[in-house]
């Protein structure tokens, strides 16, 4: 398990994260809760705050490895549960979760 840091702020994440632009950050667990970020930069100080913006459970892959965002879409690779590497497609939405990509 890893911990990153934004200044004062302190929260655990599993691994996998992916900037999709300077102020968007995209975050998953091992076993798939992903959840994004936009990073909010105040004025005053040194202080970075974070307004998650969506999360969701994915459910085609059981063990993530590994995660890539950009502004239209995130792609997810894995495991399934029965040990077969699977890659997941994901459309972004505005203001809400993602859907499957077809």
Request: aromatic share 8%; no cysteine; net charge neutral.
């Amino acid at each position: 398990m890893s911990h990153f840091y934004i200044h004062s702020l302190y929260f655990t994440v599993t691994i996998h994260r992916s900037f999709s632009d300077a102020r968007l950050l995209t975050v998953s667990t091992l076993l798939g809760t992903v959840t994004q970020y936009r990073l909010i930069y105040k004025e005053e100080g040194d202080n970075v705050l974070l307004q998650r913006l969506w999360t969701k459970e994915v459910t085609e892959v059981e063990k993530v490895n590994s995660l890539l965002a950009d502004d239209r879409r995130i792609v997810i690779g894995g495991l399934t549960a029965g040990g077969k590497g699977v890659i997941a497609l994901y459309k972004l939405q505005p203001n809400a979760p993602p859907v499957p990509e077809v």
